[in-house]
């Protein structure tokens, strides 16, 4: 490479990049200026998102960076070549040497020669020196006054603005909020294992199989299994069977904003069933409701089926907390109400109505879970009452497998212990309380005008458990607060002894509610 190309390449590349120095310096206080005036309509009028922060100053030398690489170009070898003559006062020596290898001429050894020669003299840092100085202080001196800016222009708001963003802002967050705790509760779902319902099965399985196989004369072996399959039962039935559904089949029929109470009273004995189609397809049709509304452009039909919509949704939530009260049920319903009053802003629509339907279909898996835990709670009660009367059948060696053989599902066992039972009774009495004795069942008339010695007293023993062994009575005055001591004491004993007996199951389950309501409402002074 002659010396001649050697000082043009060389000349070349600092004119590149003092193009770009010179381009840099141009965009970056161009979009500096760009910057204070969006930074002034967002703090002094609000015009705009407030997004400056010290860090977003960096967007400045970003854009004037991008900016300066798009003008970029490479000059041409004639270009660099005047500027070389025209910095060294070689008289256009140098073009004349660029031009000549595409001009013939007697002149052109001559001429290449003279440019080698002047080229050994001359340094491209010299012929085109950096200035760099300006640039940068120009540069500070812009960033300085930005970002005194970003970190004490105050914010100011006279077009309420910024408060309007900011409570979009606030319910964006909470649909995010919202939308995290159904995919939360939907993975908990997931992960719940499916083992109750199979440990119910198995457990009315095996006790089936046991009352088939019970044989009269075998009294003890068979009051033993009984009382196995008695305490496994029960514990799956206090497992699955929570206050929660017990409370499901104890609620009264009550109506619920418009609905039709025909319906409200036909899921209500649904539920008793264990089944919730009806709610489920009701769910159905709101949730298809809102798939179309979803698809819809914003309009002022589609604001007001939302809100008819949202009534709708309302009186279903109102109606499942009158049915079975499930805080799940209702926690998913709550959210798909929330859910659905934010898509009512124009700008959280889409998103609103996406999550109100995702959690519509927590809420349809929170409806399984409820009906699955009545139906086995159902069974289990069952169970434990067909429990209660073959123990006594077996007690009195009556409990016959053979006559078993027929029976399919806890009902036939039911009716056909019920019978046994009855037939067993001595006239006129009735069996340990289950069913009447025998008799035509007439009343009995009653005159309330004869006088009788009947008196109306209340009974001063002690309630205490176990027999009264001794009393000892003295004339003296007892200590403050002994009585109530005492009284207190009898009552806990009086509820503990209730307490284990149901523990024990020595209570049919349809009366443990009704009996420790009784006994709590005794009071503890006296």
């Not at 006054?145 to 979009?168: I, T």
């Not at 008793?272 to 769910?283: W, Y």
Request: hydrophobic share 40%.
């Amino acid at each position: 490479m002659s010396q001649t190309q050697r000082l043009i390449r060389q000349t070349a590349r600092r004119q590149v990049l003092v193009s770009f120095g010179r381009s840099f310096h141009l965009a970056l206080l161009i979009a500096a200026g760009a910057y204070a005036c969006l930074l002034f309509s967002s703090r002094l009028l609000a015009l705009l998102p407030n997004w400056f922060q010290p860090l977003s100053l960096l967007v400045i030398p970003g854009l004037a960076f991008a900016g300066a690489l798009v003008v970029l170009r490479r000059p041409s070898p004639r270009e660099t070549a005047r500027l070389i003559d025209a910095r060294s006062g070689s008289k256009e020596l140098f073009l004349t040497a660029v031009l000549a290898d595409d001009a013939p001429g007697e002149f052109q050894p001559v001429v290449v020669q003279q440019a080698e020669q002047r080229a050994t003299t001359l340094r491209a840092d010299k012929l085109l020196p950096f200035q760099w100085q300006r640039g940068a202080r120009d540069g500070a001196l812009t960033f300085a006054m930005l970002g005194l800016g970003v970190l004490f222009l105050p914010q100011l708001d006279p077009f309420k603005k910024e408060a309007a963003r900011q409570k979009v802002s606030a319910q964006e967050q909470r649909l995010i909020a919202t939308q995290k705790l159904t995919e939360v509760r939907r993975a908990e779902i997931a992960e719940q294992p499916a083992t109750d319902s199979e440990q119910v099965k198995q457990a009315l399985a095996q006790l089936e199989k046991t009352f088939k196989q019970a044989k009269p004369l075998e009294r003890e072996a068979n009051l033993k299994q009984l009382g196995e399959h008695q305490k496994e039962i029960g514990e799956l039935w206090r497992k699955v069977s929570n206050d929660q559904l017990r409370n499901a089949l104890d609620k009264s029929a009550q109506s619920f904003g418009q609905a039709d109470p025909k319906k409200l009273e036909q899921w209500r004995e649904e539920l008793k069933r264990g089944d919730l189609s009806g709610v489920k397809k009701e769910l159905e049709a709101i949730r298809e409701q809102m798939k179309q509304l979803a698809e819809q452009p914003d309009s002022a039909e589609k604001r007001a089926a939302q809100e008819q919509l949202a009534q709708k949704l309302n009186q279903l939530a109102n109606g499942m907390k009158q049915l079975a009260d499930s805080p799940k049920v209702n926690a998913a319903l709550a959210r798909a109400l929330e859910q659905m009053d934010l898509a009512k802003l124009g700008q959280l629509s889409k998103d609103g109505m996406k999550a109100a339907m995702d959690s519509l279909n927590l809420t349809q898996q929170e409806l399984d879970q409820l009906a699955q835990g009545l139906k086995d709670g159902k069974q289990l009660e069952e169970a434990l009452k067909n429990l209660q009367m073959a123990k006594q059948l077996a007690d009195g060696a009556k409990l016959d497998g053979g006559e078993c053989k027929e029976c399919n599902g806890m009902g036939d066992y039911a009716k056909l212990f019920a019978a046994k039972m009855g037939s067993s009774q001595e006239p006129g009495q009735g069996m340990a309380g289950m069913g009447p004795g025998i008799g035509n069942g007439a009343k009995r008339p009653e005159d309330d005008s004869v006088e009788t010695g009947f008196k109306t007293e209340k009974a001063t023993s002690q309630l205490s458990g176990g027999k009264m062994l001794l009393e000892w009575k003295t004339a003296e005055v007892g200590e403050t607060g002994a009585r109530t001591e005492e009284y207190r004491e009898a009552v806990q004993q009086v509820k503990q002894g209730v307490s284990e007996a149901i523990q024990q199951e020595q209570v049919p389950p349809g009366y443990h509610d009704t009996i420790k309501r009784y006994f709590d409402t005794l009071p503890e002074k006296k």
